[in-house]
């Protein structure tokens, strides 16, 4: 039995399962070592004694209050020390979309390993060539633009490289982003990025970028209701244009002081939030009136994690200038890109030099890059993300009818969200969302005898929403498998 519901950004339809077929997770072809088997492990207390001393812990590793080290991957799986099998469903933050250890992925990188391990940006290689040549045949594809691709490494340097443009072009530095937007944690990005946290301890950012509310439905920053608002907020956006008080436009030259709007469609860390059916087409049409151009950051939900190769697709917009990283080499040798319009990156308007990085453009990168491409192309991702989406989604729902303390559950593709509240199903509770996700990765979750550990992401402005981007590759019974451990940790979380 199935049932139609609407896609929320395209309003069409697509097929679910009924609620309520949820199946007790069969036991997975996974051999677990079991529950009496959890051995002291000496070594790496030792090595966790020694990061404690040797590492900075300004990246975001002791988050966790227990660190954890893990030592094989496979699929939806990370394992640790003792081979305890942990369901991943966040996947590197959108990172290993294809699963990890992927097989086509993993050869193509060690056939580079073979055959051109190595070489400097300033010559080329047949796979970068090839692999720019797709990502602008799938833009073309999907937005009927023409364009070119600027390599990088990774995500926030892209971005870099897409704030450089913007300003070449339009000689202005400031930029428009959304409340809750993340662009990445360099300099740059940092200034486009809404958490002042990131910010506090790095000085003045004079380029800061002037951030809009982001239609966040289930928490409106206006108080409304999406049945009946109409999009206020675009209108609140649409009246700062509407005369030279608001600082944001000249009316007699018609100029704005903004040179691009940096966009997620879906804000990854902002908690998994998708913008309104209608929201997107207004705002791009306001925005070309102006000639502030859309800069569309695809890092966290490109790569068919929302069921379309570029998330931006379902959302009735252009961009102008994308930019790309995580999944495009499945977590392995880092890349990352911008792809923009042609009048604004044509080689008489971004020269050669305008940006440059020595890793850019590497070799391994750009094998596995490729491959990826491939694998998209030659596969069906399009209908099988959108079909294990709707299904997941159902089994969010079946969770939320057995917890109040989900006050919202949504998604898109496998960008899935689950925001933790009080008992009261709103009521933000970070407390509930921090011990699912400390309790996920004690690996102590029983499943038929046998141990298990969960991993989750928390994110969303109140930092109380599980973010779930599992494996496209996941399998029904891995689905199952994971509403049962939600389950379990939810109940165990709640109790304590
Ligand atoms: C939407 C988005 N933009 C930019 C970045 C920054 O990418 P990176 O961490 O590779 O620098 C991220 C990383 O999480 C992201 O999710």
Request: net charge negative.
């Given at each position: 039995m199935s049932r139609e519901t609407a896609n929320?950004?395209?309003g069409l339809a697509i097929s679910q399962p009924a609620?309520?077929?949820?199946?007790?997770a069969a036991p997975l072809d996974t051999d677990f070592p079991s529950l009496s088997g959890l051995d002291s492990d000496p070594e790496a207390e030792a090595l966790l004694e020694l990061e404690n001393r040797?590492?900075?812990?300004?990246?975001?590793?002791?988050?966790?209050?227990r660190p954890k080290i893990f030592n094989t991957c496979k699929g939806s799986y990370l394992y640790d020390r003792q081979e305890t099998p942990y369901l991943d469903l966040q996947m590197w933050y959108s990172a290993v979309n294809l699963g990890y250890a992927n097989e086509r992925v993993n050869n193509a990188l060690k056939l580079q390993i073979d055959q051109l391990p190595q070489l400097a940006c300033q010559y080329l290689h047949k796979e970068k060539i090839e692999l720019a040549s797709m990502i602008v045949e799938s833009v073309e594809d999907a937005f009927e633009e023409k364009g070119r691709v600027h390599f990088n490494v990774g995500g926030s340097q892209a971005v870099e490289d897409a704030l450089k443009l913007v300003r070449k072009t339009t000689g202005k530095s400031r930029m428009l982003a959304f409340e809750g937007g993340y662009h990445g944690r360099t300099l740059g990005a940092s200034a486009i990025t809404s958490s002042y946290r990131y910010r506090?301890?790095?000085?003045?950012?004079?380029?800061?970028a002037e951030f809009v509310p982001f239609p966040?439905?289930?928490?409106?920053p206006y108080g409304k209701k999406k049945e009946t608002c109409n999009l206020f907020c675009v209108e609140q956006i649409e009246r700062k244009f509407?005369?030279?008080?608001?600082?944001?436009?000249?009316p007699r030259t018609?100029?704005?002081?903004?040179g691009a709007f940096f966009v997620e469609v879906i804000q990854g860390t902002g908690g998994y939030i998708g913008m309104p059916a209608g929201y997107l087409e207004r705002l791009a049409k306001l925005l070309r009136e102006y000639g502030i151009l859309i800069v569309d950051?695809?890092?966290?939900?490109?790569?068919?994690?929302?069921?379309?190769?570029?998330?931006?697709?379902?959302?009735g917009a252009r961009p102008d200038i994308m930019v790309f990283g995580k999944a495009l080499t499945n977590g392995l040798n880092p890349l990352s890109g911008i792809w923009a319009r042609e009048e604004l990156i044509s080689p008489d308007r971004?020269?050669?030099?305008s940006t440059h990085s020595t890793?850019?453009?590497?070799s391994l990168g750009t094998a596995t890059g490729l491959e990826v491409m491939k694998i998209f192309a030659g596969g069906d991702y399009g209908k099988t993300v959108r079909e294990k989406g709707a299904y997941f989604l159902n089994l969010l729902k079946d969770l939320q009818r057995k917890h109040p303390e989900i006050g919202d559950v949504d998604g898109l593709g496998l960008a899935l969200r689950m925001e933790m509240c009080e008992s009261d199903s709103y009521t933000p509770s970070r407390k509930l969302a921090d011990k699912m996700f400390q309790r996920g990765l004690e690996g102590n979750l029983e499943v038929d005898g046998k141990r298990m550990g969960l991993v989750l992401d928390i994110g969303g402005y109140y930092k109380n929403v599980v973010t779930l981007a599992p494996?496209?590759?996941?399998t029904y019974p891995e689905m199952d498998l994971a509403h049962d451990l939600l389950d379990m940790v939810i109940t165990d979380c709640k109790k304590g």
């Open positions: 929320p950004a395209t609620a309520g077929t949820h199946k007790p040797v590492c900075s812990h300004g990246d975001t590793v002791h988050y966790a209050e506090e301890a790095y000085g003045e950012f004079g380029d800061r966040y439905c289930f928490r409106c509407e005369h030279e008080y608001t600082g944001w436009v000249n018609r100029k704005s002081e903004f950051d695809e890092i966290q939900m490109g790569f068919f994690r929302t069921g379309t190769l570029w998330a931006m697709e379902q959302f971004f020269g050669p030099g890793f850019s453009s590497n494996s496209l590759e996941i």
